[in-house]
């Protein structure tokens, strides 16, 4: 699904010149759920911005579902995040003056769909995240774990291929927070493949796989696909 | 994508009403300064007939001081004398010609119930209604015969129609002027050429006269100009007829050419006149007729002042710096809402749609910026209808002009708000996104 490949990113300003990644390399497989760790400034979130084609990247390749997106023009790069990628933000980025319906219609208004189309991807969305009843609501009439499902329903509705995750939970009660890591396990296990990076080590550990970065390379993987297996074994 | 726009647009300006208040007024003021003098500008400069302009002539013959010219750069007065104007009325060339001039008469209704008021008149002969294109309620002009034979006819205008006769058909009426009775042939419909070119002596913008009476009368009538009457060198003159063989002029004459032939055969024939008129001791200084056409006439009669021009220039730089503080104020607006960018561009919005999305906003202030502007305009031009004697017939807002004004602030706006919608919509969004 994603496949990047010594990829380094550089920030430079007139004084000094940043690494945010170093020959960074990272393989994401179809269906995948991958979370990515890291100290503040270890290049996770540069990473994430490269993988969601928010950024653009100075060496290395980096194909997303198969398609080389290294030299892609910024319009393509776009299209291409508005039909196969999915974000979801620590701060729920919702825009406040719109209402639950219309924050969710944004990426499908420039997908170009027709509004019978829209309509129904909306309800559908709003309906799996719990909020089908608080589609006219603005956003501050809504509890945070509310608004951040909110931005999951708008990042559902496009249907994406790969969902990124920017510590999803970070402003969330323990309780609220949990739910919306249990709403996107969900999405998972229905396909989806979902990059997640945080910082909170628990909600790590529930990942299939988690990804250690630090100084913008990929210092360690752990691989808990096996754990969760046995896991899910015993439970049953 | 365009009404979503709009709607977004509108939520927008309602998210921040004192900036959007801000920048809706200075776009108003900018305007309303601009259709108030652009508004008087346009009327000034208008071409009262336009159909007619480039075929109707001013005649001018050069009869004046001999050491100085009547007007610069060598121009020759604006009017005849008498004796010209009966010599110039021979001739066949012309298809139309009109010699006029502007008086005054008492007028008393038939039935003597109202008091006798005092009504501006034009004497002119039988062309001026065929050759102005004068429209006609009742009845029409008198034909050149009522002007041979000394006919007392007269053509009212509407308003006096309405005064004298309540507004119905008085043709074939009766009415007093100067206590001489006069038959109504016609009725004019409200004609208001603006500027009004045929007498530019009596200012450009005044009313069209409340009624009409041939020429022919002048003689018989002793009728008295009352408009500019000019002469250039000491002459006794102690009776009416010492008036007619003047070389004052006080009379405005225009011929009809329709074509380049019929002009040359025209400009030849005044000069031969002039010619025989040296000859005769008159005419001192070098020939110099001349066939000006309605526009050129009003250039060199300077309609349009300079004052006009320079306040038309003014209000446009005025214009300029609101929009300089709109480009300020907008860059202010769409950079604060750098993070909603960065997340219509993270959500898949390319460039041209987000700068498509604060285009339709700028738009829509432009247009609520016309709208205010107009209502300032109209203000604004009724305290030129005020201050100003003699502009009250310019200051008007039509359909036509309405328009410009809106399109005026669509257009400023747009240009205005290019740069920082093209600038907000460039925001790379990765940076953005956490501050959202």
């Known amino acids: ?236 | 994508m365009f009404a979503h726009n709009l709607f977004l647009a509108w939520k927008s300006l309602r998210q921040n009403p004192v900036l959007s208040l801000l920048m809706i007024g200075a776009i108003g003021l900018g305007i309303g300064v601009c259709m108030t003098t652009l508004t008087v500008y346009t009327l000034m400069s208008n071409n009262p007939i336009p159909q007619k302009s480039s075929v109707l002539y001013a005649v001018q013959l050069d009869s004046w001081d001999p050491n100085e010219a009547w007007g610069e750069p060598n121009q020759p007065p604006s009017q005849l004398n008498w004796r010209d104007t009966q010599a110039l009325l021979k001739s066949e060339i012309p298809q139309r010609q009109v010699a006029m001039f502007r008086s005054g008469f008492a007028v008393q209704e038939p039935g003597n119930k109202l008091p006798a008021f005092l009504a501006e008149a034009r004497v002119t002969t039988a062309d001026f209604f065929e050759m102005f294109q004068v429209p006609f309620i009742y009845g029409g002009g008198w034909d050149a015969s009522a002007d041979h034979d000394q006919q007392q006819l007269v053509v009212l205008s509407k308003k006096t129609n309405d005064t004298v006769f309540g507004g119905t058909n008085s043709v074939g009426k009766t009415l007093k002027l100067d206590d001489r009775e006069f038959r109504v042939v016609g009725v004019t419909e409200d004609w208001n050429p603006t500027p009004k070119f045929y007498d530019l002596n009596n200012g450009s913008f005044a009313k069209p006269e409340e009624l009409y009476v041939p020429f022919g009368l002048v003689e018989p009538l002793e009728l008295k100009s009352f408009g500019n009457t000019n002469g250039w060198k000491p002459e006794q003159i102690n009776s009416y007829q010492d008036f007619l063989n003047a070389e004052e002029v006080w009379i405005q004459y225009w011929a009809e050419l329709p074509d380049a032939k019929s002009r040359e055969a025209y400009q030849a024939f005044i000069d031969h006149y002039v010619g025989e008129q040296k000859k005769l001791g008159r005419y001192p200084r070098p020939l110099n007729n001349q066939l000006t056409n309605v526009v050129d006439w009003m250039r060199i009669n300077e309609v349009v002042t300079e004052d006009s021009k320079v306040l038309l220039g003014l209000s446009f730089l005025f214009l300029a710096v609101c929009l300089l503080n709109i480009v300020g104020l907008l860059l202010s607006k769409f950079l604060g809402k750098s993070g909603e960018t960065a997340l219509r561009r993270a959500l898949g919005a390319t460039h041209w749609q987000i700068l498509q999305k604060n285009l339709v906003e700028v738009g829509l202030i432009g247009l609520l910026g016309g709208v205010l502007g107009l209502l300032l305009a109209f203000a604004g031009l009724q305290g030129v209808k005020l201050l100003y004697r003699g502009y009250e017939r310019l200051v008007q807002l039509n359909g036509e002009l309405l328009l410009v004004a809106l399109g005026i602030a669509l257009a400023s706006s747009l240009i205005a708000g290019l740069y920082p919608a093209w600038r907000a919509a460039r925001l790379a969004p990765a940076g953005l996104l956490k501050t959202q």
Do not use: C, W
């Open chain 1, 1 to 236: 699904m994603l496949q990047m490949t010594h990829i380094s990113k550089v920030f430079r300003t007139d004084l000094v010149q940043t690494h945010a990644l170093r020959d960074f390399s990272l393989t994401v497989k179809e269906g995948e759920f991958v979370a990515v760790t890291g100290p503040s400034g270890s290049g996770k979130t540069t990473f994430l911005n490269i993988a969601g084609l928010l950024e653009t990247f100075d060496t290395g390749s980096y194909l997303l579902d198969g398609k080389d997106v290294s030299h892609l023009s910024d319009d393509a790069r776009s299209r291409l995040r508005n039909e196969k990628i999915g974000f979801i933000f620590q701060g729920f980025n919702l825009i406040p003056d719109l209402s639950v319906f219309d924050n969710v219609d944004v990426p499908l208004r420039y997908r170009g769909l027709d509004g019978k189309a829209r309509r129904q991807r909306i309800e559908a969305a709003l309906e799996q995240v719990g909020l089908a009843s608080r589609a006219k609501h603005l956003p501050s009439q809504l509890s945070g774990g509310q608004q951040q499902r909110v931005a999951i329903a708008r990042a559902l509705a496009g249907t994406p291929r790969v969902l990124f995750a920017d510590e999803p939970t970070g402003n969330l009660d323990s309780l609220m927070a949990r739910q919306v890591l249990e709403m996107l396990e969900e999405i998972n296990a229905k396909g989806t493949t979902i990059v997640m990076v945080t910082h909170d080590p628990e909600l790590a550990r529930r990942a299939h796989r988690n990804i250690h970065v630090m100084d913008g390379q990929v210092s360690d993987f752990t691989d808990f696909s096996q754990a969760l297996s046995a896991r899910d074994a015993l439970a049953a």
